[in-house]
């Protein structure tokens, strides 16, 4: 049987720049890498005297952490953006779009932006953020 695996060669990641009402995507360029989605619902322990062993339920789902890895332009619209959202604290979104069409839109907290650079290398950026609620995949 052929695969069906996707290429990530493609994906993008865009920023919400919109003030209020509709959403108004900025594409953050230069994107090397990404990973996310890593967090999972809590465990809430439902035993009693009755039970002959520990019972779970699940709590929420945790979406985790979003992090990538990027090319750093100071004069990329989308990263000037990432920036601004991460010195606000407030919560913004970002929407992941795959090359076979799929986007997941989800909200973020931008925890962390450092930037690192070394004799023969570019300036290499990665970006931490905190998902708040769910995430939306159309």
Do not use: C, Y
């Amino acid at each position: 049987m052929a695969s069906t695996a996707i290429s990530a060669q493609g994906s993008s990641i865009e920023i919400n720049t919109a003030a209020s009402g509709e959403a108004t995507w900025t594409k953050i360029k230069n994107i090397i890498s990404f990973t996310g989605f890593d967090g999972a619902a809590s465990e809430i322990d439902v035993t009693d005297l009755d039970s002959t062993a520990k019972e779970f339920r699940l709590g929420l789902q945790d979406h985790g952490k979003f992090s990538f890895d990027m090319h750093i332009d100071r004069a990329d619209a989308g990263q000037i953006a990432l920036e601004a959202a991460r010195k606000a604290g407030k919560v913004t979104q970002l929407k992941l779009t795959l090359p076979n069409g799929d986007a997941a839109t989800f909200s973020v907290l931008v925890k962390s932006t450092p930037i690192t650079g070394g004799i023969d290398a570019v300036l290499k950026g990665s970006v931490e953020t905190r998902v708040t609620g769910d995430i939306t995949w159309a």
